[in-house]
């Protein structure tokens, strides 16, 4: 210990750029892992806290196949009394307009407040404050009229809303005024989703949400709560058909599903900066063992062991990583919070709407940091540490042993071959299947591919040893000569830090290629699917759940203009499908006008609009193409769907381009809908105008023809457009964050590289000056020295970054999210990285190259 | 030939450099003046830590003096910033050491170019050049060898080579035969003499060798940063070789 405190912490104190260059490269790849590993927790954590806090004491629900449950149904259902207290729920998003006019969502509960008191405590603050609960009368008397709502004491106080004010309510299209009777304290329920909740009557909730004669679920406080699997099974029996009854955690975990293929994508990424990372701790023991090898020499001369050398490089390995993750950890946690916000958006968008929070550090996090970093760490010091032990008294005492360390043609014949191994294992594993819908496979090729592209960085290096001499010296003379020959002398240290760089480079090359081929994929999907000229949606609704929709009047103001061609209903619910219950989305428009006007793109069979006419009416469904594979469903197959009348097949039309949801899309024609699922409001309308209308126009004119009672959206086919390729573009956004700090680090690895040449070379470099070196001279060497291998990774890179792409493309994004994304390469991205890439490469070179010249100076004296 | 005063290669006056301040200043050339012509060669000899290397290095251009000028081939060296000396080095003046301190990197005919070809030689010429070179001092077969694949021998050579390339005025040498066997540090002082004679290049070359010292025109004895004397090789053979035995620590005040 008294030697590792002596020999290795006091030389990382003598170099602390060296060191703190080190720690912040862990540090950034410690902290990029735990950030999405927190974004991740913390995107459903607000949906599962809501959803815990929301279910209180129940046990139990009962839920019906995409519609819910009918009034009836449950007076029908008395015998749920044997199992334990039943309560009726209506709860749907809406929206609040407070006195300063500005809207914020919050989540509506309806129930009824005398059969739901045991399952949800209501603590109201005119009450708390007097000591005491409030009756359930005291309750009933605030909620039983229509106009009255409670929030919470907290929304209410965030927005300056009073008891007794009067707020607006938008529900779906209408907006409904109610006064504020009270105010729940910040306990309970209220604590849902940062206390946006407003509960009411189920009755006028039913009345609001149109949804007369119909419950969302109805929640069960079991007797026995030790019997729920037992219960749960009888229950399931006695049901009705159309109805099942789940845990209120299946509802989470249905999410966490969704979202799993999401998560897991973002958590390979976030592992490339820390692996990058890594780099730098193998270059950083790599300059401690060249720079001090006399003083090796010397410990080794005075009889220290091999093992003890060892052991003090791998300590400082040690070191650095901890270090690495104990400023990395917090550091994680404050980065997760722009993390959440950059994936918020999708989320939101396609998934769940939630407010997403960073969730508090826990010992797992710093379990997993410690445990990620510093294994990993004395992985990536071994070599270096093993290099130290190997060091002879005599070699290093005379500082000779550099002088043999020369140059031999690199034998790059194992370094090929290995690469061919990687390249055809890839090719392999891109053809098995998904392991429960993750890319395992596909995610292990694109390792594959990444291992074969750094297995040709030696191959690339003895290229350049071969031909690049004649070249070199013709463009840049004698730096270019000295320059050439330096890195041809250092191919097997300099192998490990291009092959981080090449790998990080690959990996932007084929993230801006799917992503450039997707978006384009997307573009067009767009321009040919959105034919309507406006889209009409209610406000409220997140993309799971239950859907805002639009009233009868609404949708009769809107037919009524003039330059209103054609009006087509849109609606869509949320089933449950499969054995393993994922939550598929049910849409339900009229086959005639979407084939008329709609534009859909099919995949099969060829002639997709002849079997969409056809289906039209009958039990037969088009799928969009996410369900298509994620489901493993080919075109004449029959599915089973839950229906309000149980279980019914439907035949599989056609299958259909889709980039809206990866969840998967099943759409029926409307009359078969209703025939199965009862008459539903629709949620969007699209609305096709007369040849000569004006889209702006004709938008401005129906928000005015709605008025102030009638709240709905309206884009323009322009404006939805734009909004698709904005959320698109808002998904994407982390992607690139996690990719530029991978870069920045392994440019950082490239700097130190060269700092470690330097070091190496300090002789050399000395001897230069005094035959006449300029230090411009020197500087352009060394900085020739960074562009080359800059230029020289980033051409590796973009070649691997196009295998890796349709790695990404044809088989990791499909098994993930079932999309088919027509390949193309966005040229002018990729040319501008690589100017990028070649300047910051040099820039990292500046300090390497001012380190040189001092030495040569210095050394010269 | 009236009016025309020869201009020495080197003129060192009065040259002073200390290291640190206060207590722990150490003063390591105390006042050393010296001169030398064209063809001369002048043999510095002393104990370890005597002052010979950092006088070498005063006179080379590689260091600045505390006070005291120095003066090569008529450029005073106390006028140039940087990259003046850097040009005078490269110009001017050779420099061979110990170690031979050839890039590993580099072909000995690499490395023999390399001051020219630093200068702005075209690749060409630069070979041609170090063709001659490698001729003179017998490696003409070894041009395109690397520095590990030759003897210690050879590698001087090829240092001796690099040194006078570019025809320099001066040639400093630091221990050249320091780290050779007997007959290899005679060859390379064979050829130090002969090119010294031949291309009349200065030398200035300090060893612990009598019989390397033997050979030079003049001997300078340096003790504790000054010169105590200046003689002619066969008068002070012997007491070269009483100076230069005892390490610093092991002599007398």
Not at chain 1, 719 to 745: K, S
């Given at each position: 210990?008294?030697?590792?405190?002596?020999?290795?912490?006091?030389?990382?104190?003598?170099?602390?750029?060296?060191?703190?260059?080190?720690?912040?490269?862990?540090?950034?790849?410690?902290?990029?892992?735990?950030?999405?590993?927190?974004?991740?927790?913390?995107?459903?954590?607000?949906?599962?806290?809501?959803?815990?806090?929301?279910?209180?004491?129940?046990?139990?629900?009962?839920?019906?196949?995409?519609?819910?449950?009918?009034?009836?149904?449950?007076?029908?259902?008395?015998?749920?009394?044997?199992?334990?207290?039943?309560?009726?729920?209506?709860?749907?998003?809406?929206?609040?307009?407070?006195?300063?006019?500005?809207?914020?969502?919050?989540?509506?509960?309806?129930?009824?407040?005398?059969?739901?008191?045991?399952?949800?405590?209501?603590?109201?603050?005119?009450?708390?404050?007097?000591?005491?609960?409030?009756?359930?009368?005291?309750l009933?008397?605030?909620?039983?009229?229509?106009?009255?709502?409670?929030?919470?004491?907290r929304f209410?106080?965030?927005?300056?809303?009073?008891?007794?004010?009067?707020?607006?309510?938008?529900?779906?299209?209408?907006?409904?005024?109610?006064?504020?009777?009270?105010?729940?304290?910040?306990?309970?329920?209220?604590?849902?989703?940062?206390?946006?909740?407003?509960?009411?009557?189920?009755?006028?909730?039913?009345?609001?949400?149109?949804?007369?004669?119909?419950?969302?679920?109805?929640?069960?406080?079991?007797?026995?709560?030790?019997?729920?699997?037992?219960?749960e099974?009888?229950?399931?029996?006695?049901?009705?058909?159309g109805l099942?009854?789940?845990?209120?955690?299946?509802?989470?975990?249905?999410?966490?599903?969704?979202?799993?293929?999401?998560?897991?994508?973002?958590?390979?990424?976030?592992?490339?900066?820390?692996?990058?990372?890594?780099?730098?701790?193998?270059?950083?023991?790599?300059?401690?063992?060249?720079?001090?090898?006399?003083?090796?020499?010397?410990?080794?001369?005075?009889?220290?062991?091999?093992?003890?050398?060892l052991?003090?490089?791998?300590g400082?390995?040690a070191?650095?990583?901890?270090?690495?993750?104990?400023?990395?950890?917090?550091?994680?946690?404050?980065?997760?919070?722009?993390?959440?916000?950059?994936t918020?958006?999708?989320?939101?968008?396609?998934?769940?709407?939630?407010?997403?929070?960073?969730?508090?550090?826990?010992?797992?996090?710093?379990?997993?940091?410690?445990?990620?970093?510093?294994?990993?760490?004395?992985?990536?010091?071994?070599?270096?540490?093993?290099?130290?032990?190997?060091?002879?008294?005599?070699?290093?005492?005379?500082?000779?042993?550099?002088?043999?360390?020369?140059?031999?043609?690199?034998?790059?014949?194992?370094?090929?071959?290995?690469?061919?191994?990687?390249?055809?294992?890839?090719?392999?594993?891109?053809?098995?299947?998904?392991?429960?819908?993750?890319?395992?496979?596909?995610?292990?090729?694109?390792?594959?591919?990444?291992?074969?592209?750094?297995?040709?960085?030696?191959?690339?290096?003895?290229?350049?040893?071969?031909?690049?001499?004649?070249?070199?010296?013709r463009?840049?003379?004698?730096?270019?000569?000295?320059?050439?020959?330096?890195?041809?002398?250092?191919?097997?240290?300099?192998?490990?830090?291009?092959?981080?760089?090449?790998?990080?480079?690959?990996?932007?090359?084929?993230?801006?290629?799917?992503?450039?081929?997707?978006?384009?994929t997307?573009?067009?999907?767009?321009?040919?699917?959105?034919?309507?000229?406006?889209?009409?949606?209610?406000?409220?609704?997140?993309?799971?759940?239950?859907?805002?929709?639009?009233?009868?009047?609404?949708?009769?103001?809107?037919?009524?203009?003039?330059?209103?061609?054609?009006?087509?209903?849109?609606?869509?619910?949320?089933?449950?499908?499969?054995?393993?219950?994922?939550?598929?989305?049910?849409g339900?428009?009229?086959?005639?006008?979407?084939?008329?006007?709609?534009?859909?793109?099919?995949?099969?069979?060829?002639?997709?609009?002849?079997?969409?006419?056809?289906?039209?009416?009958?039990?037969?469904?088009?799928?969009?193409?996410?369900?298509?594979?994620?489901?493993?469903?080919?075109?004449?197959?029959?599915?089973?769907?839950?229906?309000?009348?149980?279980?019914?097949?439907?035949?599989?039309?056609?299958i259909?381009?889709?980039?809206?949801?990866?969840?998967?899309?099943?759409?029926?024609?409307?009359?078969?809908?209703?025939?199965?699922?009862?008459?539903?409001?629709?949620?969007?309308?699209?609305?096709?105008?007369?040849?000569?209308?004006?889209?702006?126009?004709?938008?401005?004119a129906?928000?005015?023809?709605?008025?102030?009672?009638?709240?709905?959206?309206?884009n323009?086919?322009?404006?939805?457009?734009?909004?698709?390729?904005?959320?698109?573009?808002?998904?994407?956004?982390?992607?690139y964050?996690?990719?530029?700090?991978?870069?920045?680090?392994?440019?950082?690895?490239?700097?130190?590289t060269?700092?470690?040449?330097?070091l190496?070379?300090?002789?050399e470099?000395?001897?230069?000056?005094l035959?006449?070196?300029?230090?411009?001279?020197?500087?352009r060497?060394?900085?020739l020295?960074?562009?080359?291998l800059?230029?020289?990774?980033?051409?590796?890179?973009?070649?691997?970054?196009?295998?890796?792409?349709v790695?990404?493309?044809?088989?990791?994004?499909?098994?993930?999210?079932?999309?088919?994304?027509?390949?193309?390469?966005?040229?002018?991205?990729?040319?501008?990285?690589t100017?990028?890439?070649?300047?910051?490469?040099?820039?990292?070179?500046?300090?390497?190259?001012?380190?040189?010249?001092?030495?040569?100076?210095?050394?010269?004296? | 030939?009236?009016?025309?005063?020869?201009?020495?290669?080197?003129?060192?006056?009065?040259?002073c450099?200390?290291?640190?301040?206060?207590?722990?200043?150490?003063?390591?050339?105390?006042?050393?003046?010296l001169?030398?012509?064209?063809?001369?060669?002048?043999?510095?000899?002393?104990?370890?830590?005597?002052?010979?290397?950092?006088?070498?290095h005063?006179?080379?251009?590689?260091?600045?003096?505390?006070a005291?000028?120095?003066?090569?081939?008529?450029?005073?060296?106390?006028?140039?910033?940087?990259?003046?000396?850097?040009?005078?080095?490269r110009?001017r003046?050779?420099?061979?050491?110990?170690?031979?301190?050839?890039?590993?990197?580099?072909?000995l005919?690499?490395?023999?170019a390399?001051?020219?070809?630093?200068?702005?030689?075209?690749?060409?010429?630069?070979?041609?050049?170090?063709?001659?070179?490698?001729?003179?001092?017998?490696?003409?077969h070894?041009?395109?060898?690397?520095?590990?694949?030759?003897s210690?021998?050879?590698?001087?050579?090829?240092?001796?080579?690099?040194?006078?390339?570019?025809?320099?005025?001066?040639?400093?040498?630091?221990?050249?035969?320091?780290?050779?066997?007997?007959?290899?540090g005679?060859?390379?002082?064979?050829?130090?003499?002969?090119?010294?004679?031949?291309?009349?290049?200065?030398?200035?070359?300090?060893?612990?060798?009598?019989?390397?010292?033997?050979?030079?025109?003049?001997?300078?004895?340096?003790?504790?940063?000054?010169?105590?004397?200046?003689?002619?090789?066969?008068?002070?053979?012997?007491?070269?070789?009483?100076?230069?035995?005892?390490?610093?620590?092991?002599?007398?005040?």
């Amino acid at each position: 210990m008294t030697l590792f405190r002596q020999f290795i912490v006091r030389a990382l104190v003598r170099d602390p750029r060296r060191s703190l260059a080190t720690v912040a490269g862990l540090t950034l790849g410690v902290a990029v892992v735990i950030a999405i590993r927190l974004a991740n927790a913390g995107s459903i954590r607000g949906f599962e806290t809501a959803l815990d806090v929301v279910a209180g004491q129940t046990s139990l629900e009962i839920v019906g196949a995409g519609v819910g449950v009918e009034d009836a149904q449950l007076a029908e259902m008395g015998w749920l009394r044997e199992y334990g207290l039943v309560s009726p729920v209506i709860a749907r998003p809406a929206r609040l307009r407070t006195p300063d006019g500005s809207e914020h969502p919050l989540q509506v509960l309806g129930v009824d407040v005398l059969r739901d008191r045991p399952f949800r405590e209501y603590q109201l603050v005119e009450f708390a404050r007097g000591g005491r609960e409030p009756s359930a009368q005291a309750l009933l008397v605030l909620l039983l009229d229509a106009r009255s709502v409670v929030l919470t004491e907290r929304f209410a106080t965030r927005h300056g809303i009073r008891l007794d004010s009067t707020v607006a309510l938008v529900i779906g299209d209408r907006v409904h005024n109610a006064a504020v009777r009270g105010l729940l304290l910040d306990e309970g329920p209220a604590r849902v989703v940062d206390g946006q909740l407003a509960v009411l009557d189920v009755a006028v909730a039913q009345l609001l949400f149109d949804r007369i004669g119909w419950l969302d679920r109805v929640d069960i406080q079991l007797h026995d709560a030790a019997a729920i699997d037992e219960v749960e099974g009888a229950i399931s029996a006695r049901l009705p058909d159309g109805l099942r009854v789940q845990r209120p955690a299946q509802r989470g975990r249905q999410v966490e599903k969704m979202l799993a293929a999401f998560h897991f994508n973002l958590t390979a990424l976030s592992y490339i900066a820390l692996v990058v990372g890594l780099f730098l701790v193998y270059n950083t023991v790599a300059v401690s063992v060249i720079s001090r090898r006399s003083e090796i020499g010397t410990l080794r001369a005075l009889g220290t062991t091999r093992r003890t050398l060892l052991r003090l490089f791998l300590g400082e390995a040690a070191l650095l990583a901890g270090l690495g993750a104990v400023v990395g950890i917090p550091a994680g946690w404050l980065l997760a919070q722009g993390a959440i916000r950059l994936t918020s958006t999708t989320v939101n968008a396609l998934y769940i709407t939630s407010a997403a929070t960073v969730p508090p550090l826990s010992w797992g996090d710093l379990l997993l940091g410690c445990g990620v970093a510093i294994p990993l760490a004395l992985g990536a010091a071994a070599l270096p540490a093993l290099e130290a032990a190997r060091v002879t008294p005599i070699a290093a005492v005379r500082g000779a042993d550099r002088l043999s360390s020369t140059h031999h043609p690199q034998r790059s014949g194992r370094a090929a071959l290995a690469s061919a191994g990687f390249f055809g294992l890839a090719a392999w594993l891109a053809t098995l299947d998904s392991v429960g819908g993750l890319p395992l496979y596909g995610l292990g090729a694109a390792l594959a591919v990444i291992g074969g592209g750094a297995s040709l960085v030696p191959v690339l290096l003895a290229w350049l040893q071969r031909v690049g001499r004649g070249p070199l010296v013709r463009a840049f003379k004698v730096e270019g000569m000295l320059a050439h020959a330096n890195l041809s002398a250092a191919v097997g240290r300099l192998a490990v830090s291009v092959a981080a760089l090449v790998v990080s480079l690959a990996m932007l090359a084929a993230i801006a290629i799917m992503i450039g081929s997707f978006r384009d994929t997307v573009s067009y999907w767009v321009g040919q699917t959105l034919r309507a000229d406006l889209f009409v949606s209610a406000a409220g609704g997140g993309p799971v759940g239950p859907s805002a929709t639009i009233s009868e009047e609404a949708e009769r103001r809107v037919a009524a203009h003039p330059a209103v061609a054609a009006v087509d209903q849109f609606g869509q619910v949320d089933l449950p499908y499969g054995p393993d219950g994922d939550l598929i989305i049910l849409g339900a428009g009229t086959f005639e006008v979407l084939l008329e006007h709609g534009g859909l793109l099919f995949k099969e069979p060829d002639d997709g609009p002849a079997a969409m006419a056809a289906a039209a009416g009958a039990d037969a469904v088009v799928v969009s193409e996410a369900f298509a594979l994620k489901q493993g469903v080919a075109v004449a197959d029959s599915i089973e769907l839950e229906t309000a009348h149980g279980a019914h097949r439907f035949r599989v039309a056609a299958i259909y381009y889709d980039y809206s949801s990866d969840r998967g899309l099943v759409v029926m024609d409307r009359p078969t809908f209703e025939r199965h699922y009862g008459a539903q409001r629709p949620t969007g309308l699209t609305v096709y105008l007369e040849p000569a209308a004006d889209a702006a126009t004709v938008r401005e004119a129906l928000l005015a023809a709605l008025g102030p009672e009638h709240r709905l959206f309206i884009n323009t086919n322009a404006t939805l457009r734009a909004e698709v390729l904005r959320i698109f573009d808002a998904t994407f956004a982390i992607t690139y964050a996690l990719e530029a700090i991978a870069i920045f680090v392994a440019i950082m690895g490239v700097a130190t590289t060269l700092l470690t040449l330097v070091l190496e070379r300090r002789d050399e470099l000395s001897m230069l000056r005094l035959v006449g070196a300029g230090r411009a001279q020197i500087q352009r060497m060394v900085m020739l020295e960074a562009t080359l291998l800059g230029g020289l990774s980033q051409a590796l890179g973009l070649a691997v970054g196009v295998v890796l792409s349709v790695i990404l493309i044809y088989v990791i994004n499909v098994q993930s999210f079932g999309w088919t994304i027509q390949f193309t390469l966005p040229v002018g991205f990729l040319v501008r990285s690589t100017v990028l890439v070649a300047l910051a490469t040099a820039v990292a070179g500046l300090y390497p190259a001012r380190v040189a010249t001092t030495f040569a100076d210095a050394e010269a004296r | 030939m009236a009016g025309y005063e020869l201009m020495p290669a080197l003129r060192a006056d009065n040259l002073c450099k200390a290291y640190g301040r206060g207590e722990s200043r150490v003063d390591a050339v105390r006042g050393v003046t010296l001169e030398l012509s064209a063809g001369d060669c002048v043999a510095v000899v002393g104990p370890s830590g005597c002052g010979k290397s950092t006088l070498l290095h005063l006179c080379g251009g590689m260091d600045r003096p505390t006070a005291g000028t120095v003066v090569v081939d008529g450029v005073p060296l106390s006028g140039l910033d940087d990259n003046g000396l850097t040009k005078l080095r490269r110009d001017r003046i050779g420099f061979v050491f110990q170690f031979f301190n050839l890039l590993p990197t580099l072909t000995l005919g690499e490395n023999i170019a390399l001051p020219l070809l630093l200068a702005g030689a075209t690749a060409g010429e630069g070979a041609d050049r170090a063709r001659v070179c490698a001729d003179r001092v017998g490696l003409a077969h070894r041009l395109h060898h690397y520095p590990a694949q030759v003897s210690g021998g050879e590698l001087q050579r090829s240092a001796v080579a690099r040194a006078v390339v570019h025809r320099p005025v001066l040639l400093i040498a630091d221990e050249p035969t320091g780290n050779l066997d007997t007959d290899n540090g005679q060859r390379v002082l064979d050829i130090l003499r002969t090119l010294n004679d031949d291309i009349g290049v200065a030398v200035l070359l300090a060893t612990h060798d009598q019989s390397i010292a033997g050979r030079a025109d003049r001997i300078l004895r340096m003790r504790d940063g000054r010169v105590v004397d200046s003689d002619h090789p066969a008068a002070g053979i012997d007491e070269v070789e009483n100076t230069a035995g005892p390490s610093p620590d092991l002599e007398t005040p």
